[in-house]
């Protein structure tokens, strides 16, 4: 999540995640397996319930 909302390369992640392969390769799997989704759902829904959840979604048109 932290790549997609600054926009970074992979490459570019910040150190503090690990190597940028293990990190593509973890979201690759997650993404693929339903993870992510999980991992998001339960965000929202906890974060939602305490109120401190403020998403901005914005469609990117080329």
Excluded: N
Excluded at 1 to 25: E, I, N, S
Aim: with cysteine.
């Amino acid at each position: 999540m932290y790549r997609y909302g600054c926009g970074t390369a992979w490459r570019d992640v910040p150190t503090g995640f690990g190597p940028w392969q293990t990190v593509w390769k973890r979201h690759r799997r997650y993404s693929g397996d339903g993870t992510s989704d999980k991992i998001l759902a339960a965000l929202l829904t906890e974060g939602d319930f305490r109120r401190d959840v403020d998403c901005l979604f914005r469609s990117i048109q080329r």
